[in-house]
């Protein structure tokens, strides 16, 4: 990866994860995995799938980071295909985490992405 100018990281530096995300991306010009890769954050790109331990013909993945405030560690849940889940599992995915009441359905790989960026 070339080397990000300085004014660039300080641009970003004070900016939320996901805010900071879609500026190199929107704002700059860089792509998901570039900005993924300049701010140390996964995305939808990033996701190990497997076959859902419970749902037949579902896939599953899940992700499990510090809290910042020093509480316990955010989770998130990616899901989708087989009957049931609000997603095909491979274009649209549910996802839900706990940060959220409920889960979310649907979602593109890049809404995916966003959810991710918001628990990081």
Not at 95 to 100: A, D, G, L, R
Request: hydrophobic share 35%; charged share 20%.
């Amino acid at each position: 990866m070339k080397r990000i100018p300085q004014k660039i990281l300080d641009y970003i530096k004070p900016l939320s994860t996901i805010d900071a995300f879609n500026s190199l991306i929107g704002d700059m010009g860089f792509t998901q995995t570039e900005a993924s890769q300049i701010l140390d954050v996964y995305i939808f790109d990033d996701i190990d799938f497997q076959p859902h331990g419970v749902v037949p013909n579902a896939v599953q993945s899940s992700f499990e980071f510090p809290n910042p405030d020093g509480g316990e560690d955010i989770w998130i849940s990616i899901v989708g295909g087989g009957d049931g889940l609000y997603g095909d599992g491979e274009s649209t995915f549910e996802v839900w985490s706990s940060e959220m009441e409920d889960p979310i359905g649907w979602l593109t790989t890049d809404q995916v992405t966003q959810e991710l960026l918001k628990v990081q």
